[in-house]
């Protein structure tokens, strides 16, 4: 019979802790734990628990991936401009927003990232304020040219994004879809469906939009596809609600999670380039601008609102996707 070292041309190392890095596919023994352990793939999608935020908050900014996130803006209360970085430990406290706000938009990166419109007072102060973010402060640069909160925003940093949807006023709703070129916005294509507090990932060139509230405050499941110079409208979530977080890097591939439909919600639902898969829940349930990025196989949850006292939340939890590499432990049948 082959060995292990034959097939793999390893042995099965022990180790009191379980490799920083191991291969796909390999084996070793946790002398602290006495198991046997082997590096696969996971075949359905999960949320961990992560280090939660300094500042609990609701109606948040985000950018980034989950191992190097960004989280700005919302609302404690009052409305702050507190930024944290998150290293995928823990959140870091770095320079504030110029202007404090809340139900604002963010794209990029950790180091190069975009905060655009939002709120600047509890109930009204729609505002077009757009700011820079270069991995150390942030920079006021040129206003939307629609000013607006409950915005939805996508982008890949701070030189390139777009812009879609909000609330011109607390019961006004706009279509309006503009591009950022690291220099100014211009407007383009309106979305079909005008929205507030809708979901939002992907390119400037190629973003996905669900959820939110329409013209007379229904809550819909409406998701858009953007191609880099119109909108399509799509299949629809399953679960129709408000506020719900999107993460993904393009327009085929999605997962969204949170909101609110009847109550808050952890549903977590997956988008494969044509329609919506519901898979595994938040543990937290969450809404109304929790912070969310990242990819399908790869997200980050944070903040938003809750069910309970007081209804900010600081908690954060990290998607793994199926097919993304997962430590399993051997157990004997």
Known sequence: MAEYKGIH???????????????????WYNETSQTMK??????????????????????IGASGIQTAALAFGGA?????GATESYDGTSWTEVNDLNTARQYLAGDGTQASALAFGGRTTPTGGQTGITE??????????????????????????????????????PTVFTAATETWNGT????????????????????????????????GFSIIGVTESWNGTSWTEV?????????????????TSAIAFGG???????????????????????????????????????ALAFGGFTPATPAQTAATEEWLGAGSPTTRTITSS
């Open 9 to 27: 041309g390893t042995k099965i190392q022990n180790y009191t802790t379980d490799p920083t890095n191991p291969i796909l596919g390999q084996v």
């Open 38 to 59: 082997v590096q696969a793939v996971t075949t359905a999608g999960s949320w961990a628990t992560g280090g939660s935020l300094n500042t609990a908050r609701g109606a």
């Open 76 to 80: 404690v209360p009052p409305l702050t």
């Open 132 to 169: 820079s973010w270069n991995s150390t402060s942030w920079t006021e640069v040129n206003d939307l040219n629609t000013a607006r909160g409950f915005i939805g925003g996508s982008g890949t940093d701070n030189t390139s994004a777009l812009a879609y949807g909000g609330g011109t006023g």
């Open 184 to 215: 100014s916005w211009t407007e383009v294509n309106d979305l079909n469906t005008a929205r507030q507090i809708g979901g939002g990932a992907g390119t400037q060139t190629s973003t996905l939009t669900a959820g939110g509230l329409s013209p």
């Open 235 to 251: 299949n629809d979530l399953n679960t129709s609600r408000v506020g719900v977080a999107l993460a993904g890097s393009d327009n």
């Open 260 to 298: 609110y439909s009847t109550d808050y919600t952890g549903v977590t639902e997956e988008w494969d380039g044509t329609s919506w898969t519901e898979v595994a829940d938040l543990n937290t349930a969450r809404g109304l601008y929790g912070g969310g990025t990242g990819t399908t196989t790869s």
